[in-house]
Structures are given as structure tokens and as C-alpha cells.
């Protein structure tokens, strides 16, 4: 076994990668900045991709009643009153709906605000490929100027059938060409992408792994689909039971996963927090520790680590 570079873990976590460039232990702060997404409001279409809740996959996320400083002090309360209390400083994320889909005025003052606070050291700002236009990109390269900022890009896959199916709305050049625009201006970025979307095979979610293993990507997302009620998922759920991945499969996916990405991308997920009261399928993924402890368990039993089976291909 590589006894490794990221703390004795097999993979470069984020809980590493956050250590090494602060210097000590960082929380994230969810957030809600009241922002919509073009795939709810009759931009690209009305009921969202197939998969998101009604709280625009930021059902942690703080209360939109509440301003984004407020929503800081009330996240801080929640690490704070924890019994580890460790950790101090915490980054912004910006998780609920598309967050660069609002005015560049609006975003400045939402991000600036979040800055402003104290203990606050960094932006993580969840959005889409097509709601990056180049004035909110000169934004973000004026805030990176000052404080790092992550863009996180909810990719999923890079098969068009599926990405029809799931009513993502952009395409795979739009994703591409987007990643182009923001590490030209150093931005980095975290993709998001979900194990065991429908219709998809085991080669089909290796070969989205494998594109992005090619790619010059910062960090990952690693997740399963799950079926949440309030979405339309839910409906065809319902109508016609489709299979969920097992705890196994899950697992066996994300250390091939693991072993074909490079050392550099940092695994900010491995798995998926379920808002409890709306999970329908599949329940497993409710315990979070047994799935890391198995994701852990398995990586000693193949003796296998991030990178292993990575191949750099010249284009
Ligand atoms: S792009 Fe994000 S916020 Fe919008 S519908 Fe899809 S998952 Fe939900």
C-alpha cells in the first residue's frame, strides 16, 4: 500500500487539501443567496433537472429569509455548539439553485457580503456552465484576486442521452468551453457527477470519470442518484420502480473512480448527505459513515490509492 501523501487517506481529500493551503481545519457554510435557476423558471424549463428538490439541491442550505451574513452566524452556531468545536474559519458555499444565475450587481453584493464577514477565508459557488457569462467571469477573477474561489459545476454526466433525460439543459461543448474560459483566469473548479443515473451503464459512468481524469479539473464531487420525494425522479419511481445502486456497486464505482483520476484532483465528495425526511431510494445511503468506512475498507482490501491506474493521454 502507497502509505500516502494525504494523511494515511488513499485519496486526496478536501478535509487535506484544506489543512495544507489554510494551515487548519475549515467548515463549509451552506447558503442561500434567493437565486432561481433557468431550469426552473421557464428559461430552459419549469420543473428542474429530474433529480433536484425543491430547494434546488441546497436543502442544508440556511434560511433564504435570513441575510447571507446571518446565514453565516447561524451555520458558525451549528460546528460551534458541536462536541468536536474544532474549526474556526469556514468557507461560503453557495449551494442552493444556480448561483451566478442573477445581475452582476447582485452577485457582488452577495458574494462581497459573505466576505465581509471575519471567518470567512473562501467562496465555493455552485452553478451551471451556461450561466457564466464573461462579466460574472471578471467578477470571480476580481474576488480571486482577494480571497480563493471554487466554481462548482453540476456535470453529472457526458453522455447527451442521459443528460436529455435527466433535463440537465446544456451540453458537454457548453461545459467544455466554460472550463476553458475559467482556468484561463486560474479559477478552479469541482465537478459534480452522480453514479447510477438511469439507463446508464457501469462503462458509460467510468467513461464520464475517464473524460474528466483528461481534463484540467481541480476537484470532484463523487455521488449516487437517489430519489427524493418532490421531484420528478419520485414520479417515475413510483410509476415504474427503477433499480438503485446497492451499497456494493456504489462503492466498487468510486474506488475505480478514485484509482483513474490524477493525485492533483482533490475529492471534495464521496458521498451524498440525503435530506432524510425526503429520501425515497436507496435508503443505505443514510449512513454515512458505514458507506465511507466500506469506501475505506475497500480501498485497503485491492491495496489501491488515488492515481494508480491513471494515464495522462497526449491529444
Ligand atoms: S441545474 Fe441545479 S438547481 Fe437547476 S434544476 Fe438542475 S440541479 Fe436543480
Not at 482556468?183 to 443515473?197: E, N, Q, W, Y
Not at 465528495?269 to 436507496?282: M, N, S, Y
Request: proline share 5%; glycine share 4%; net charge positive.
Amino acid at each position: 500500500m502507497k502509505n500516502h501523501l494525504w494523511n494515511n487517506k488513499p485519496y486526496h481529500s478536501l478535509d487535506y487539501h484544506l489543512q495544507e493551503k489554510f494551515g487548519e481545519k475549515i467548515y463549509k457554510i451552506s447558503l442561500n443567496a434567493r437565486m432561481t435557476c433557468p431550469n426552473r423558471d421557464h428559461s430552459i424549463g419549469s420543473r428542474g433537472c429530474i433529480f433536484c428538490s425543491q430547494g434546488g439541491s441546497g436543502d442544508f442550505a440556511g434560511s433564504p429569509s435570513f441575510s447571507i451574513y446571518q446565514q453565516i452566524e447561524e451555520g458558525k452556531k451549528y460546528f460551534l455548539d458541536s462536541p468536536k468545536n474544532t474549526g474556526k474559519k469556514f468557507i461560503a458555499y453557495f449551494q442552493a439553485f444556480t448561483n451566478t444565475y442573477a445581475p452582476v450587481s447582485y452577485l457582488r453584493e452577495v458574494y462581497m457580503e459573505a466576505l465581509s464577514h471575519p471567518d470567512i477565508v473562501a467562496l465555493s459557488i455552485a452553478t451551471r456552465p451556461d450561466c457564466l457569462e464573461k462579466e460574472k467571469l471578471d467578477l470571480l477573477e476580481e474576488i480571486q484576486s482577494k480571497k480563493p474561489v471554487f466554481i462548482e459545476l453540476g456535470l453529472q454526466t457526458i453522455h447527451e442521452e442521459t443528460a436529455c433525460f435527466i433535463r440537465r439543459g446544456y451540453s458537454l461543448p457548453c461545459f467544455e468551453e466554460t472550463l476553458r474560459a475559467c482556468r484561463s483566469r486560474k479559477i478552479p473548479i469541482v465537478v459534480h457527477t452522480i453514479f447510477g443515473l438511469p439507463f446508464e451503464t457501469e462503462k458509460m459512468m467510468m467513461e464520464t470519470i475517464s473524460y474528466l481524469a483528461q481534463k484540467d479539473i481541480q476537484g470532484i464531487k463523487l455521488q449516487l442518484l437517489q430519489v427524493l420525494k418532490t421531484t420528478d425522479l419520485a414520479l417515475i419511481y413510483k410509476e415504474k420502480p427503477f433499480k438503485t445502486l446497492t451499497l456494493e456497486e456504489y462503492v466498487d464505482y468510486v474506488v475505480r473512480a478514485i484509482e483513474i483520476l490524477p493525485e492533483t484532483v482533490v475529492i471534495h465528495r464521496l458521498t451524498g448527505d440525503p435530506p432524510k425526511d425526503l429520501l425515497i431510494a436507496p435508503l443505505w445511503c443514510l449512513k454515512k459513515r458505514v458507506v465511507l468506512n466500506t469506501i475505506h475498507k475497500e480501498f485497503q482490501r485491492r491495496n489501491t490509492w488515488q492515481g494508480k491506474k491513471y494515464k495522462r493521454l497526449t491529444s
